[in-house]
């Protein structure tokens, strides 16, 4: 089980947390113009990289905020976690 | 009968309590302090089950959880418990155990026949013998390995035995309590670090129990209970023991099972059985110890072959001789030691050592013992079937490659002694990556992951004064880093016997014209022959042969076959082992019962269940409950004889022609404020919201980004900049993370707070063409006329003293309301509703009244939002704002989403108008096709309807917009029916709505 260091609240077992996947999509702004293309690469298509992961999770059973979490998906290392509105 | 076996002095039992125990309904005698084991031993008992795959007899091998054999079935207090090591189970008055993998008999096993057929069970003989026809797999293949295979019966009964899980964290976790995690704990506990000392077995002391050294000026067993009581008077230490870390995983945690009760005859009064510790640990000192490896020579699994170590613990711990005409067989010092034991007490070994000139300090008190030692010598092959009788020896040359001058000589048991294998199982599942050591012909931890060390034997080091200070010395430094505090005590002096190289040599060549076994994995009956076989058909990755072959997997792990094997592998191939590598271990090191690791997580408590204030009262008014979600929900209320399929019938009519009241609770709600809300609720659902005014209700649905409907719900707003939004019972929580997702990280722009007030609110929906009257009198200073509070109103109130909210919405098409008040008041609104609305005939109804309500009226619910339908599929396209974006608005130009036959929600009602439609059936064309039959729909919803007394179903169909008037069949497999149906409307009542609004 991991541990993740909540930034609001501290270190805290992956089970108070849910996954919520790749923190690098950025969903295509409101009422523009979007290619099927793009529209699919947001909603459908993921890197499954093998290493380092920017990846979001919510701290449900706690603070109930999304947090980023920088994860090695093969070691599970975790190297670092950043509020919603920080940048790595 | 009396123990032959048992000495008159001597060992740690209680000779002061007797204890009576059966085996295979046979009743024997032993001591407090015995295992199941050596109770057995001491009464000359050696064959304990027969083998997994040839059924050859099987004794005991080890003396605790490295035995691969003495695996049996144990009877306490009325519990069926399989898959136990005798080894390991203490003996209590009373206990009853048998054997496994023996039928009918232990002393008669019919699969025995498996060893004379050995020849056609090669290895991979699953893979290549089963294969074919795939129809004989079920009917005759599996039915026979079944019963065949496998360490015991499972109980089909529930395990009325409690466990526990406990969550903890320290400094330090130490795992085992010999020399090494004694000195270790000692020395970090000085230093204030809060430690955590785990011992698998019920004594302390590991190998200090049975090796012959002074600490200090005291016997090991002596310093190890000093050690131990100080230990325990430590309020920063935890000790525990019959405790054992099977797992290590990621972060540091580990996880530990504690054997409460297993030793006793039946679990204490509010004590649980067994407790599963999770154990975040800053740092871990692994102090698992070493297990001796066995050599290899024909028939080596005959029972009375066993470790020499085993051995001596069974006479130093147990007083227990194994065999009154010991063979001790060695390729290193440590066998002398189990023979200068035996000697001691009085009986008279041959040792046989495969070295040619070995000298050293134990080597030198076996000669001053007169101990016969023949050296370069070997076992060739042990004779006698369910327990040896004899053993042919045979000297061997000095390449090791060839034997000669082969005798047989008498004796009762052979105890061996292959070297020592340090215990890395949980360094390696750490993900430490282990290096093979050449001097130890062994593995031992290298490079560590994560915060692990290894200690004492398990990193491979074997004289008691470097395990000492080096376990000394970490358990200070890796504290005093945690703690920065350093209270160094010092190492006390050691007096130990030196002992000599072992040598390298471990299988015994088969000699000319003999095709003994000669086994490598005893649990799994895998022999030398069966390696070389996989290596001849081309196996090479080490990860492939054990697969083949089963070499070092199931229930033991590969603990004393792991490195023999690769040995061997490394051998045939002409590579060193390190280039061959091992099998990754795998947790849990030791089997761990179902029932500790599901915990006290089982039927109710499997989740948490919610109840609505009202709950008391549906209870005392006969209502049958359902599982909603978390939620207990009345599904209906009895009355009388009735039936679900009578009352809830009853119910909705009644909805139908009076008024009824339901118990809506369980809706999701959430509180949504800020000047951005209806912003918000903009993006969030499909249609239109900021014009929405105050103190009006609407409906919406919102979607995935994929275009797939998620959930539905009303939304209301209170006042300016407040609303409040109610979900799907089921995916109220979704629903949360869902807006917080967006608020959070999509747009942190918009100035909203969301919070979930489901708990906050107890809601009841009163629903009927008399609910008006109903509302009238709950609240008569209100104008509940259609004009006062209309469809999709909304009005606060004063329920006699309590502020309610007051919605007129409707989930039944009847005209209908729902009051709201905290959830404190919720019984006496309810109360209040009944007693009121009695004139009016009001009656409770459930869920399935409600169902029934909702499915004649083609209200879409749960059963067509199913995860894969859009909103076009429901009915519920005219929701679908084309001026404004929302989420998941961009998917619905899809392809599919947008085909010409796309799927749709419609009503179907059998032709005859008396067969009910099963849930789940399919729409065909034609129901004579042979199966797969094409699927046009399915059937999502069945009810009875109340309003033509004739069953009705919903379904999702295949171009549903232009099928109504079709005829099809509805086909149900699993029911075995077939029903010609009618396609209708799905809006099967009013199909104008004209009663929610009047
Ligand atoms: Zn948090």
Redesign the pocket.
């Known amino acids: 089980m991991l541990h993740i260091k909540?930034p609001?609240?501290g270190l805290?077992s992956q089970n108070e947390f849910s996954y919520g996947g790749d923190a690098t999509v950025k969903r295509p702004e409101l009422n523009k113009e979007v290619s099927d293309q793009d529209w699919d690469n947001f909603v459908y298509l993921r890197k499954s990289p093998r290493g380092k992961h920017l990846e979001l999770w919510q701290?449900i059973s706690?603070?109930r905020?999304w947090?980023k979490v920088e994860r090695d998906t093969l070691t599970h290392e975790i190297f670092t976690t950043l509020k919603a509105n920080e940048e790595i | 009968m009396s123990e032959n076996f048992r000495l008159d002095r001597g060992g740690l039992i209680n000779r002061n309590k007797k204890i009576s125990f059966t085996f295979n309904g046979k009743q024997y005698f032993g001591y407090e302090g015995d295992t199941l084991a050596s109770a057995l031993l001491a009464n000359g008992v050696h064959l304990i089950g027969r083998s997994f795959k040839y059924h050859r007899p099987r004794g005991f091998f080890g003396a605790g959880v490295d035995e691969p054999y003495a695996i049996v079935q144990m009877n306490r207090n009325n519990e069926v418990d399989p898959n136990v090591r005798a080894t390991e189970q203490e003996l209590f008055e009373g206990l009853e155990a048998k054997s496994v993998n023996c039928w009918p008999n232990v002393n008669f096993d019919i699969g025995a026949i498996n060893n004379f057929l050995g020849k056609f069970f090669p290895a991979g003989f699953y893979y290549k013998t089963f294969m074919w026809p795939k129809s004989f797999w079920y009917k005759v293949y599996e039915p026979i390995i079944r019963k065949a295979a496998g360490f015991g019966t499972a109980s089909i009964k529930h395990d009325k035995e409690r466990y526990e899980h406990k969550y903890e964290y320290c400094d330090l976790l130490i795992t085992g309590s010999g020399p090494s995690g004694l000195a270790s704990a000692y020395a970090a506990a000085q230093n204030g670090a809060k430690v955590i000392l785990a011992e698998d077995k019920s004594r302390f002391g590991g190998s200090l129990l049975t090796s012959e050294v002074t600490i200090g000026n005291q016997s090991g067993q002596e310093w190890a209970e000093k050690i131990i009581s100080e230990l325990k008077s430590m309020p920063n230490v935890v000790v525990k023991n019959r405790s054992q870390v099977f797992g290590y995983y990621d972060h540091n945690m580990l996880v530990m099972s504690e054997r409460i009760s297993d030793h006793l005859p039946k679990t204490e009064k509010y004590s649980p059985k067994q407790r599963l510790w999770y154990i975040r640990a800053k740092e871990v000192i692994i102090s698992s110890g070493s297990i001796e490896r066995p050599l290899v020579f024909g028939n080596n699994d005959t029972p009375g072959v066993m470790l020499s170590s085993a051995a001596k613990e069974y006479l130093k711990i147990y007083g227990v001789l194994v065999g009154k005409k010991p063979l001790v067989f060695t390729n290193n010092d440590s066998g002398y030691e189990t023979a200068i034991e035996f000697k001691k007490n009085g009986i008279d070994p041959i040792v046989l050592d495969t070295r040619k000139n070995s000298n050293s300090e134990i080597i030198k008190e076996a000669k001053d013992l007169n101990i016969n030692i023949k050296s370069s010598y070997v076992v060739v092959a042990a004779k006698g079937y369910k327990k040896v009788n004899s053993a042919d020896i045979a000297k061997i040359s000095d390449d090791k490659k060839n034997i000669s001058n082969i005798e047989n000589i008498k004796c009762d048991c052979i105890c061996v002694s292959g070297f020592w294998t340090p215990t890395i199982h949980l360094a390696s599942q750490s993900g430490n990556k282990t290096k093979f050591n050449k001097e130890i012909d062994a593995f031992i931890p290298s490079q560590s992951k994560q915060k692990e060390t290894t200690l004492g034997s398990a990193n491979g080091i074997f004289t008691l004064e470097e395990t000492l200070k080096t376990s000394f010395e970490k358990g200070n430094e890796l504290s005093k880093q945690i703690t920065n505090k350093e209270n160094k005590v010092s190492v006390p002096s050691v007096v130990e016997k030196k002992s000599s190289n072992h040598d390298k040599f471990w299988c015994v060549p088969l000699p000319e014209g003999k095709n003994y076994k000669r086994f490598l994995d005893f649990q799994n009956d895998v022999a030398v022959s069966d390696i070389q076989l996989a290596l001849r058909e081309g196996y090479r990755s080490i990860e492939h042969v054990k697969r083949y072959t089963t070499l070092g997997m199931a229930t033991d792990q590969g603990k004393t076959s792991n490195l023999n094997g690769l040995q061997l592998v490394s051998d045939i191939e002409n590579k060193v082992v390190p280039q061959v590598g091992h099998t990754t271990f795998r947790p849990p090191y030791s089997p761990v019962s179902i029932g500790a690791i599901v915990g006290r997580e089982i039927g109710k408590h499997s989740k948490p269940t919610r109840k609505s204030p009202m709950h008391y009262w549906h209870e005392k008014n006969n209502a049958v409950f359902v599982d909603a979600g978390v939620w207990l929900r009345p599904r209906y209320y009895k009355q009388g004889n009735e039936n679900l399929f009578e009352a809830s019938k009853r119910e909705a009519k009644n909805v139908r022609q009076n008024v009824g009241v339901c118990d809506v609770t369980t809706l999701g709600k959430i509180d949504i404020k800020g000047p951005d809300a209806a912003e918000l609720l903009n993006r969030v659902y499909t249609n239109a919201w900021l014009k929405l005014p105050v103190g009006k209700a609407r409906y919406g649905v919102m979607l995935r980004e994929d275009g797939i409907v998620m959930d539905d719900g009303t939304t209301t707003r209170i006042s300016e900049n407040h609303y409040h939004m109610t979900t799907t019972t089921a995916q109220a929580a979704n629903v949360l993370s869902h807006l917080e997702y967006y608020l959070q990280l999509v747009w942190p722009e918009l100035n909203v707070n969301v919070v979930s007030s489901t708990e906050q609110w107890a809601g009841a929906a009163i629903a009927g063409p008399k609910s008006r009257d109903v509302l009238q009198k709950l609240f008569p200073d209100l104008n509940v006329s259609n004009e006062g509070l209309p469809f999709m109103g909304y009005m606060e109130g004063n329920l006699f003293g309590v502020n309610a909210r007051i919605f007129r919405i409707s989930f039944s098409g009847e005209l209908a309301y729902e009051v709201n008040v905290e959830s404190g008041n919720g019984n006496f609104m309810w109360e209040k509703i009944i007693e009121l609305g009695k004139e009016f005939a009001i009656q409770p109804y459930g869920t399935e009244a409600l169902s029934t309500l909702r499915i004649e009226m083609g209200h879409v619910a749960g059963s067509e939002l199913d995860g894969r339908t859009i909103p076009y599929d429901n009915g519920l396209d005219g929701l679908i704002s084309k001026k404004k974006d929302f989420i998941g608005k961009r998917s619905l130009y899809k392809k599919a989403f947008i085909a010409k036959d796309r799927q749709r929600v419609v009503g179907v009602v059998p032709i005859d108008k008396k067969t009910s439609i099963p849930e789940g059936s399919y729409l065909v064309r034609d129901a004579n096709l042979k199966l797969p039959n094409p699927k046009l729909g399915h059937i999502s919803a069945s009810c009875w309807s109340v309003e033509y007394n004739n069953p009705f179903s919903l379904a999702i169909l295949k171009d549903g917009k232009n099928m109504i008037g079709k005829k099809l069949f509805a086909l149900s497999p699993l029911k075995n029916k077939s029903i010609p149906v009618e396609i209708v409307s799905s809006h099967y009542v009013d199909p104008k709505g004209e009663r929610v609004r009047s």
Do not use: A, E, S
């Open positions: 909540c609001h609240c805290r701290h706690g603070c905020q947090i």
